[in-house]
């Protein structure tokens, strides 16, 4: 954690900024926090806080929710306590006064994570000469270290469970949302404390809408069915595989297969392609250019992957930052053919030295 914080503390006089506030808050309908940088610096995993970074000081402001666990979690910042009653702003400029920054101060606030209606409350109330910064944290994240790799792995070979268990109990008759409960279930039988997405189940002609909405169709026998699901599990590190399955008791079509062969090559010839110092774009084109050689081009219609770490899609710089050593990526092309139906196989690869290596073990379909 320490290291984390050195880095950003290190990165502070480039921004021009004496101190870093940043801010979690609960997202949406789930308690789920929306600033996983907040956990990644601090180790705070609850849903709502505040923090200070300066270039010597590290400082977490909480409400009494949250009390025992910064104090549990957080170990190296020092709490400021929002009492019942009290304004936010008030306790954060307690914060500020204890870093010794006053209203001169140049301070950032991470402003792609901060709503507006906040930033409006922070200008009138914070006594600190607010900054805009963005991306600061997430440069960070980009390549993870040895720890968190061996927590993606642990997240990745239990969802690899899970979908050895549901594919042997998947019949016809069942529904998408019969398999989506039997995925959750097992997620967190396996260790997951919550979903880093919605589990999607795509049966049939649904299975050719890259993120369809997981009902109540009935599967029938030898109909692909896409499912793409993944956890988060201890620690916040999540997991994101898709296998695509046919359902027992009759033959996939001869076009289905071949779709899925196509799209099984493509995810394992950019498995292969993925190398320390390769551009996401140059990964992304290798998938491509096979499906594309194979005539299906058109029905690769997303791209190939995405960073993984405490965010199902995790922050990452795709233009300028190379996938080197620590970075951990989706290989998912897919296939969609309205009407006929689709193919999507996603795998979760670390760079290593070596190549890449795939934390996601489950088995392909097999003929
Ligand atoms: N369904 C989310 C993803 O695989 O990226
Ligand atoms: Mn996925
Ligand atoms: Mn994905």
Redo the contacts with the bound molecule.
């Keep these: 954690m320490n290291k984390r914080l050195k880095r950003l503390q290190a990165a502070l006089p480039k921004a021009k900024i004496k101190g870093l506030l940043l801010r979690v808050n609960e997202s949406g309908q789930s308690t789920q926090p929306n600033n996983q940088n907040v956990l990644y610096l601090s180790g705070f995993g609850g849903s709502t806080a505040v923090v200070l970074v300066t270039a010597d000081k590290a400082l977490i402001v909480a409400d009494a929710r949250y009390w025992a666990r910064c104090k549990i979690e957080a170990k190296q910042f020092e709490l400021v306590k929002i009492e019942r009653g009290n304004k936010v702003s008030g306790a954060i400029n307690q914060a500020l006064a204890i870093a010794g920054l006053t209203a001169k101060s140049k301070v950032g606030f991470e402003s792609h994570r901060l709503p507006h209606q906040i930033w409006q409350d922070w200008q009138k109330d914070l006594k600190a000469t607010l900054v805009a910064t963005t991306g600061l944290v997430e440069e960070l994240r980009q390549y993870k270290e040895a720890g968190e790799i061996a927590q993606l792995r642990a997240a990745c070979k239990a969802t690899s469970k899970v979908y050895e268990e549901v594919v042997a109990l998947m019949q016809p008759g069942m529904t998408e949302n019969d398999i989506a409960f039997e995925i959750d279930m097992r997620l967190r039988k396996h260790g997951a404390v919550d979903n880093s997405?919605s589990s999607?189940v795509a049966s049939g002609p649904n299975s050719a809408i890259p993120?369809h909405a997981t009902g109540e169709r009935k599967l029938k026998s030898g109909e692909p069915v896409v499912m793409?699901f993944g956890g988060v599990f201890c620690g916040g590190y999540c997991s994101?595989i898709?296998r695509t399955v046919f359902v027992p008791g009759k033959a996939p079509t001869a076009k289905m297969k071949e779709i899925y062969n196509i799209v099984l090559a493509a995810n394992q010839a950019a498995r292969k392609a993925l190398k320390p110092g390769i551009m996401y774009r140059d990964y992304d084109k290798v998938a491509r250019d096979y499906i594309q050689e194979k005539g299906y081009g058109k029905y690769f219609s997303h791209g190939l992957g995405?960073s993984l770490g405490l965010e199902?899609?995790d922050p990452f710089d795709y233009e300028h930052a190379p996938l080197d050593v620590g970075a951990v990526f989706?290989d998912?092309p897919g296939i969609y053919i309205d009407g006929v139906g689709g193919v999507r196989i996603?795998d979760d690869l670390v760079v290593t030295t070596a190549g890449a290596e795939r934390l996601t073990m489950a088995p392909y379909w097999k003929f």
């Design positions: 997405f999607i993120h793409d994101d898709t995405h199902a899609h989706t998912e996603e």
